[in-house]
């Protein structure tokens, strides 16, 4: 691609609700551009963005995907992204380096919950917006209906530049608001002309309310407008600009991505009013202990930022890069100031979809990639050796849903825990932890789909198959009164012998103590330097499992008395006597199970909290109380055991339309109710009888 200056790159975005057509628009604009000669479609994986295996056999973006364009003059490097809430993760990456976000919305079913909280993520960096109204060719679209819902969603700052000519199967134009022109299409090639007779009298109102809410935003030309002289398209398309570059106005463009209507116009509006990186602020980074900001001067000393890597399993592993200063060119030396590592950038190129377009240099607010870095990953930083300059990460959602796995041979166990690194640096929102305790792999992600797509790709691309089976819930044991045993140990095998005798009292401490252990022996019943012995062997028995398998905790071992032998008497048999007698001490002590205990906060809209508080109940849930968040939101903040939300996500995805979102963190741990105890034991490998 040729390589353009920094005012002529425009990084843009595609955000909104699956299935509004995002990727269908960029496949658009590509064709309007002339990249490729004709239009993919979803349904059958033939577009440019959606090239991953799992992407095409489902129909819809799994992952972020670049398709830079150019147009008039302007290079384009569309960002299209993932509509669905399990892969949030991509969508906070692209907002990160777009300067520019177009959310797609469907005239069909208008303002849909992604577009919201996306469109909220995007308010929170201050990235300026833009709305493409699409599938205005479709059954039941109204362009008046969706309008009227953005503005009531998202209130004052959106303003329609285009009215459509005709809807549904009649949709066919474009009236353009700031012209008074009627853009007529066939296709996708427009015609330029007056507006139907039919709309002039709407049109016309429409662009009266547009004009006005754009000349408030500049004292000179509000003053000329009063004085009854209207500012030309020219000025105010440049007020718009400086707008849309505040985000403080968004504006509503119109068309169909199918029919290829409006989108010469989209792209038009993109380079006209769309800020470049230079109208964006300074990107703010560490160097040393010092917050700097980095403007994308192409002459400056060269800095990159990873926002994206991919493992791709024939060329190994890509690495997305946005440039926010200097020029970078293939065979420049950088230091990953995060690892310390000198990494080669050879061979820069444009990724659109899978393929590679080479470019010898890339300018500050360019995006590029580069293949093979030894030991980068995404949101690492990029710079001159002896310049310590870091970009603050991108910032990941918490996972909401595990999956325990198991690798399924010898072969595919060698090879899990280096896939599932490599995995985890394509898709920073996964994550893998080992549970000590229940001695299960998880497997954390933002939904069942997410980590079900994590896993195809883990076959796929690294030839490891792994088995799923219930995550476990780490219980713990208890006692709930005191009790005495003794621990005898007697084992005789020709020479020495082994005996140990110990005498145990237990008693329950409050909970969190953890373990206490006394020494109350007296009179050399037991020699002192076999005492500890003693202690060790009661503490490898609380933590092997007491009656019910799980580990004991908040216990107070007394040992009080026992009996030696001069020559069998060792630190091996005192440990084996304290194994024995502390687990006889636990089977009188009423054991109990303890359960793990999270605190969670769930945000919903004020309508669905009724309902979400009589779901907490049902799961055993005690209601801290609740406070109000932010646009008519409540936080319902509670602490409910953990095995009864392990998969919540699902269930308060479903219960509130996708509106809802929760955190969890461990808090306590409790007595599990009596009627639960069985069926938990069975967990722990007991055949205890629960009474």
């Not at 790159?9 to 309007?32: C, D, P, S």
């Not at 306590?668 to 967990?683: C, F, I, K, M």
Request: aromatic content about 6%; charged content about 25%.
């Amino acid at each position: 691609m040729n390589q353009v200056a920094p005012e002529k790159i425009r990084n843009v975005v595609l955000v909104g609700h699956g299935g509004t057509g995002k990727t269908t628009l960029a496949e658009a604009l590509l064709v309007q551009s002339g990249a490729i000669p004709r239009m993919g479609r979803v349904e059958d994986g033939s577009t440019v963005c959606d090239f991953d295996p799992e992407e095409q056999k489902r129909g819809q973006s799994l992952s972020l995907a670049l398709a830079p364009i150019e147009w008039n003059g302007h290079k384009i490097n569309l960002i299209d992204t993932p509509g669905y809430a399990d892969f949030e993760g991509e969508v906070a990456a692209a907002l990160r380096v777009a300067d520019l976000a177009v959310f797609v919305v469907s005239a069909v079913e208008g303002v849909e919950v992604q577009t919201e909280k996306f469109w909220k993520q995007a308010a929170k960096i201050k990235l300026p917006r833009m709305v493409f109204v699409n599938k205005l060719d479709r059954e039941r679209a109204s362009f008046d209906r969706t309008l009227d819902g953005l503005s009531e969603t998202f209130g004052a700052g959106i303003a329609p530049l285009e009215l459509p000519i005709g809807e549904e199967s009649e949709f066919k134009g474009i009236a353009d608001l700031l012209t008074d022109t009627a853009h007529l299409y066939s296709d996708g090639e427009a015609s330029v002309g007056e507006i139907p007779d039919e709309m002039e009298s709407r049109e016309q109102q429409v662009h009266e309310t547009l004009v006005e809410g754009i000349v408030v935003a500049d004292d000179e030309q509000l003053e000329r407008y009063l004085e009854g002289d209207v500012p030309s398209p020219e000025e105010l398309e440049h007020t718009l600009h400086l707008g849309v570059d505040d985000a403080t106005v968004f504006p509503v463009v119109c068309g169909s991505a199918t029919r290829r209507i409006g989108i010469d116009r989209l792209a038009d509006f993109i380079c006209e009013i769309g800020p470049s990186p230079l109208e964006r602020p300074p990107v703010e980074v560490t160097a040393g202990d010092e917050a700097v900001e980095v403007r994308p001067d192409p002459s400056a000393d060269p800095l990159a930022f990873v926002f994206k890597t991919i493992a791709d399993p024939y060329v190994g592993q890509i690495s997305l890069f946005r440039v926010l200063s200097g020029t970078i060119s293939s065979d420049d030396h950088l230091n990953n100031t995060r690892t310390g590592a000198n990494e080669r950038l050879h061979g820069l190129f444009a990724m659109r979809g899978r393929d590679h377009l080479d470019v010898p240099s890339v300018p500050a607010g360019d995006i590029a990639a580069v293949a093979k870095l030894s030991d980068t990953g995404t949101s690492d930083t990029l710079a001159p050796k002896g310049k310590p300059v870091t970009v603050p990460p991108i910032r990941q959602p918490e996972p909401v849903l595990s999956f325990a796995i198991r690798a399924r041979t010898q072969a595919d166990d060698d090879k899990l825990s280096t896939s599932l690194h490599r995995l985890q640096e394509e898709d920073q929102a996964l994550v893998v932890e080992r549970n000590d305790q229940t001695k299960q792999m998880l497997l954390r992600g933002m939904g069942d789909t997410h980590l079900l797509i994590a896993l195809e790709k883990l076959e796929r691309k690294f030839g490891v198959n792994v088995d799923t089976e219930e995550v476990k819930v780490p219980y713990r044991e208890t006692i709930t009164t005191a009790a005495d045993a003794e621990g005898k140990f007697k084992k005789q095998s020709g020479g020495h012998g082994q005996f140990g005798v110990c005498n145990l009292k237990v008693e329950p401490l409050d909970r969190g103590e953890g373990f206490v252990f006394d020494d109350k022996v007296v009179g050399g019943a037991i020699p002192r330097q076999f005492i500890p012995a003693v202690e060790k062997g009661i503490e490898e028995a609380m933590h092997d499992g007491g009656v019910f398998g799980f580990p004991v905790v908040d216990v107070r071992v007394t040992c009080y008395d026992g009996k030696y032998h001069s020559v069998d008497s060792s630190e091996m048999s005192f440990k084996m006597a304290g194994r024995i007698g502390f687990k006889a001490a636990m089977e009188k002590a009423s054991p109990v199970i303890l359960e793990p205990v999270s605190l969670i906060e769930v945000t919903v809209p004020n309508d669905f909290q009724g309902d979400v508080m009589g779901d907490l109940n049902s799961r055993r849930a005690r209601v801290q109380g609740t406070e109000a968040a932010d646009d008519g939101e409540q936080v319902i903040i509670a602490t409910v055991p953990t095995s009864e939300i392990r998969t919540y996500a699902i269930d308060l995805r479903s219960m509130t339309s996708g509106r809802g979102r929760f955190t969890a963190e461990f808090h306590h741990y409790d007595v599990l109710p009596q009627h639960l105890q069985s069926a938990a034991a069975t967990q722990g490998g007991s055949k205890h009888e629960v009474e």
